[in-house]
């Protein structure tokens, strides 16, 4: 398994590091051209709103919240790593939108006077160091099924490369159910860190600060 899971990065590590770019293009975008970008991200915390309203219906507790969070992140990192196969568009867009956010929110939380540091490490690395990685790396999986598709209609132009598109494709799909599972266990964790400890890290070093500027209103 070890060797499985050395070999499934060291095949994708680089579709993983464009995500990472995507993504903190993003966040750039999101943080310094917050006013700009207001309007968009307005749509995405929607989707935010709607799953907060959804923890409320069903209790509001712990194992609500994991659960909303958990299904959530799995599905929109699994729609990402399908759908990359539409010539990775969806795992673009999904990093970027994600990457804005996440910019956009720390932008707002700095103009009110909250330091962006602390919301990081108080707000995101908890649950971040699992969640950021497993959602990159199925982005960089949908990016990696996207290349493959542009490559398979290259073919038409070069046909003399046939053999090899075949061979990534097989190496690509042999893989997919490890990088499935991996992302999925990495995604649970993340989710149990999420709806446990990250409440209780923010609500002692930012509570009163949070409640000021609830951006989910």
């Not at 995101?124 to 209609?153: D, T």
Request: net charge positive; with cysteine.
């Amino acid at each position: 398994m070890k060797k499985k899971l050395q070999r499934l990065w060291f095949d994708n590590k680089r579709f993983f590091l464009a995500a990472c770019l995507i993504f903190l293009g993003g966040g750039l975008i999101g943080y310094f051209q917050a006013p700009a970008v207001e309007s968009v991200v307005q749509s995405l915390m929607g989707q935010l709103k709607e799953i907060a309203e959804r923890i409320k219906e069903s209790g509001g507790g712990v194992l609500a919240t994991f659960w909303m969070i958990f299904s959530n992140n799995v599905l929109s990192s699994l729609m990402m790593m399908a759908l990359g196969l539409f010539f990775a568009f969806f795992p673009i867009i999904g990093m970027l939108a994600n990457g804005v956010l996440l910019g956009f929110i720390i932008a707002k939380y700095s103009a009110a006077g909250v330091d962006p540091w602390v919301i990081f490490s108080a707000g995101i690395l908890p649950h971040g160091i699992f969640e950021l990685p497993a959602v990159l790396f199925a982005a960089g999986i949908g990016i990696r099924l996207g290349l493959l598709s542009l490559r398979s209609v290259g073919l038409l132009f070069a046909p003399h490369n046939g053999e090899r598109v075949r061979n990534d494709w097989y190496d690509t799909l042999k893989q997919f159910p490890i990088a499935v599972l991996t992302v999925i266990v990495a995604l649970f964790i993340a989710a149990v860190v999420e709806s446990s400890i990250t409440p209780l890290i923010l609500k002692e070093t930012l509570g009163e600060q949070l409640q000021q500027l609830n951006l989910l209103k």
